[in-house]
């Protein structure tokens, strides 16, 4: 992208935040045990009016570059927090996922911030988890100040992408996370591959040692849901549970999904047996 459609599509994302353009939706995450929502996980929208829907994948990293990551994050964190009230006035507790950028983390009031404005609003803290992402100029293990007191205050942390880039097993026992999310590649490759499945039960069986919980994200198949279960994760996410969800259908969601779970594991055992044959990984499973 050029820099002068890079600087458009910053004047683009300054004018949608003044002017109150920007969305979340919600994608939710499920418990592998018995199928019930775990969580939701908050993904920006914004679909401008010269450019059209931007994916977040572009525009969050030039608002990095451009100085306007902080306003987005306060953004993001008032809309999740207001839309939690919402939610709970409707009797619908959850906890809500919200990525950060580890450079929000670089202000040293951010955890105090965070903690400010649930109390502000009235949300416990403990229904907050922030989603995030090694980089490779931000290192987490630099930030293990404001991540320690993030869980001081109850807010759940989870490392996002887990597998990719330059996060590693050593991160997992040197920072105080709860959750790592098993990145969308491995998940992918599953059926076919014998090391991703692998990996993903070695990360799974490594974050339940520390005392973490496994989420595996991008589940698209049946087939990928039914191995992910057998290889011990707690947690799934993706287009086959659901997309990412406008706040208002949550609700409805939940009685349409929940009717559908049963017969999403239904045949579980006829594919793990079918699995076994050939692999002999799952047959260490069973
Ligand atoms: P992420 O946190 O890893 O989020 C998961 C991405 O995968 C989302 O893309 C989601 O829509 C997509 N996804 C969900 N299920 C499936 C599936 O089954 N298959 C496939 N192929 N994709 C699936 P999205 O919404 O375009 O977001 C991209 C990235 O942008 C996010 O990756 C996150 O790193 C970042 N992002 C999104 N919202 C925010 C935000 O509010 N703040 C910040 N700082 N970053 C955000
Ligand atoms: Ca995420
Ligand atoms: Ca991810």
Known sequence: MSPAAELQMMHGLQRALDEQRLRMAYQ????????????????????????????????????????????????????????????????LDTSIAFNISALSLQHLDFPDLVE????????PTNRLVLELTEGATQPLVRLMDALTRFRIKGIGLAID????????????????????KIDQAFVADVPHSRDSRLIIQAVTELAHGL??????????????????????????QGYLVSA???????????QRFR????????????????????????????
Not at 217 to 232: A, K
Not at 266 to 274: I, N, R
């Open 28 to 91: 939710p995450k499920i418990c592998l045990r018995d199928g019930s929502l775990s969580q939701v996980e908050a993904l920006v929208r914004w679909d401008d009016p010269e450019l059209g829907p931007v994916k977040p994948s572009h525009f969050v990293p030039l608002a990095e570059e451009h100085g306007l990551i902080h306003e987005l994050t306060q953004w993001g964190l008032r809309t999740i927090l207001r839309q939690w009230l919402d939610w709970c006035d409707e009797g």
């Open 161 to 180: 992408d887990f597998g990719t880039g330059y996060s590693s097993l050593m991160q997992l026992r040197q920072l105080p996370f709860t959750e790592v």
């Open 259 to 286: 009717r559908a779970w049963p017969a999403m594991i239904s045949e579980e055992k006829l594919a793990l047996w079918g699995d076994v044959e050939a692999d002999p990984l799952s047959e260490r499973q069973i």
């Open 116 to 123: 400010r404005m649930c109390r502000a609003l009235g949300v």
């Open 244 to 254: 990412p969800l406008e706040p208002s259908v949550l609700r409805p969601w939940i």
């Open 211 to 236: 005392g973490l919980t496994a989420t595996a994200e991008g589940v698209e198949t049946l087939d990928q849901l039914r191995i992910i279960r057998e290889l011990g994760c707690d947690h799934v």
